[in-house]
């Protein structure tokens, strides 16, 4: 039984996966990698992941993250995140990978934010970053 449930849903040409649970190695991840290469092959090509219910991210799901990222960017899209929860903006911190992503708090900006010219819409908000800098092991 797999620990991560994906809703889709669109807003215009933007795909949003809203994921409840943990992307970890197993089932929940060999979903989402299914999910975003079926996506991807059927032309969807600007994907928004709404993390705001997952709990648990490891080393399986960062990497799942990452190449979906990759495969997205190879086919001219992109793939934004939304909804940090504190323990996985933490994790993207540490990891470095928030400076990879587009990070957004509000679904409506990060909609926006897809296909524009202007990149001047404000990612993820800096004091949550500061935050969990704070408090992480580093």
Do not use: P, W
């Given at each position: 039984m797999s620990?991560?449930?994906?809703?889709?849903r669109r807003s215009g040409p933007v795909v949003i996966l809203d994921l409840v649970g943990q992307i970890r190695l197993g089932q929940g991840n060999i979903n989402l990698h299914k999910t975003l290469?079926?996506?991807?092959?059927s032309g969807e090509i600007q994907i928004l992941l709404n993390l705001e219910e997952v709990s648990?991210?490891?080393?399986?799901?960062?990497?799942?993250l990452i190449a979906g990222f990759a495969s997205?960017?190879?086919?001219?899209?992109?793939?934004k995140l939304l909804k940090l929860?504190?323990?996985?903006?933490?994790?993207?911190?540490?990891?470095k990978l928030l400076t990879v992503f587009d990070v957004y708090e509000s679904e409506?900006?990060?909609i926006a934010s897809f296909n524009t010219l202007d990149r001047t819409t404000q990612p993820l908000d800096e004091s949550?970053?500061?935050?969990a800098r704070a408090t992480s092991i580093l």
């Open positions: 620990n991560l449930t994906i809703t889709q290469r079926d996506l991807v092959h648990t991210i490891d080393s399986s799901g960062l990497g799942e997205l960017e190879k086919s001219g899209g992109e793939l929860t504190e323990r996985v903006t933490e994790l993207m911190v540490i990891t409506s900006e990060a949550r970053v500061q935050k």
